[in-house]
Every structure is written in C-alpha cells, then in structure tokens.
C-alpha cells in the first residue's frame, strides 16, 4: 500500500482543465445571444442603491418581462481561484431562496443579470468568465433566462459583451435616491449560509 504521494501530473492537469472549460470568453458570451438591457443604468442603480456592495460582492436579479425587478440576492464570494462551478451553485442557492423556479414553463419569461462589484478596471478577467459561465448555468437550472452580466469597478459599470457602461455609479459612489415611482428600500432577509463561498444575502 502506498500512501502520502502527491497527485500525479496527469490528474493535476486533468483537473485543471476541467476548471478551465468553465468560464466563457467575452466572444462566446457575445455569441449567446444575451438579451439587451432596456436601461441598463437604471438597473444597475437600483441593484446599487439597494445592496451598496462592496469589492467581491455579487448581486443576482431576477426581472420581469418589463424589466421590473422581481426578486434580488447579494452575497459575496472569497474564493481563490476562479470556478464557474463554484459560481453557479452559489447563483443557484440565492436564487431558489428568493423566487420559485420556472422550469414548467416551455420558455422563459424572467431573466437573471448579475452585477459584480470587484477590484481592478473594467477589462475582461477570467473571474468574469466563471461569472459569465455560472450565471448561464444556473439560469438553466432554474428556469430562467440568461441575462446581462454587469462589472462594477472603480471606473464605474460596464456590461461585458454590449460595450455599453457609464461611470457612476461605481465602488466609490454613494448610493443614488431612489426615484419616485420605486418601491421603498426592502429589509434584507437573512438565512443559512449554502456554502463557504457565501457570507452575506439579502432578499427582495
């Protein structure tokens, strides 16, 4: 019996290859055929104003066919390394804790965006990618359709794909008012923690 080795290389590039197949390049989301924003700022102002993330914070939303929000969740993530696997599971957790899934209907009639809040400028990572792969899967999962994936940096917001961005708000930027016709800011909702990778939620 042999005990205390290593992994040999094989396996260890085996696995590593594994990781990387999930995460999408900026030209495979590109052509997904991600449905565009409406008003992108408008949606990425509200998500602000109600989570006031912070650096590796991710916020899951889930819209209506008007783009009205439904439902939202923020966590935040501490990984390592990034893991579209890892990404997806913890989507996947928010989301089934904030709406029902839509897997009866024969076509998806919500759709989930995702805005990540995190260090560095607004060019393409591969923790973007893993994003990107995450959101798609766990649309898949919970009946949804895959939406706009949303950076948000010290530069300001950018939706990776669509080219479309502004500069506030962003990591340094106060939360703006709400407009008139929103709803009043809800209180967040707290629950059990689905995995490591999460420390914080908050619901619709």
């Known amino acids: 019996m042999t005990f205390g080795f290593a992994p040999s290389s094989a396996a260890s ?3 590593s290859a594994a990781t990387a197949t999930r995460l999408l ?12 924003l409406r008003n992108p700022r408008e949606v990425v102002s509200g998500l602000h104003a109600r989570h006031r ?12 066919p008007d783009e009205r929000l439904c439902a939202s969740a923020s966590f935040s ?58 959101l798609r899967d766990a649309c898949t999962l919970h009946g949804l359709r895959c939406g706009a994936y949303i950076t948000l940096t010290r530069d300001g917001w950018q939706v990776l794909g669509e080219g479309r ?10 939360p703006e008012p709400f407009a008139a016709s929103e709803s009043p800011l809800p209180q967040p909702r707290t629950g ?9 939620a908050a619901a619709r």
């Open 77 to 134: 993530s501490r990984r390592a390394a990034a893991d579209g696997w890892m990404f997806r599971n913890a989507l996947l957790a928010q989301l089934r804790r904030v709406i029902p899934h839509d897997l009866r209907r024969r076509t998806p009639v919500r759709t989930a965006v995702l805005l990540y809040c995190r260090e560095g400028d607004a060019r393409w990572t591969e923790e973007d990618g893993a994003w990107m792969w995450g």
């Open 13 to 15: 590039l085996s696995s």
């Open 192 to 200: 059990g923690v689905a995995s490591d990778v999460l420390r914080r």
């Open 165 to 174: 961005g502004g500069r506030r708000p962003n990591t340094a930027s106060p």
């Open 53 to 64: 993330p912070e650096p590796t914070t991710a916020i899951v939303a889930v819209l209506d």
């Open 25 to 36: 390049e900026p030209a495979e989301w590109a052509a997904a055929g991600i449905p565009l």
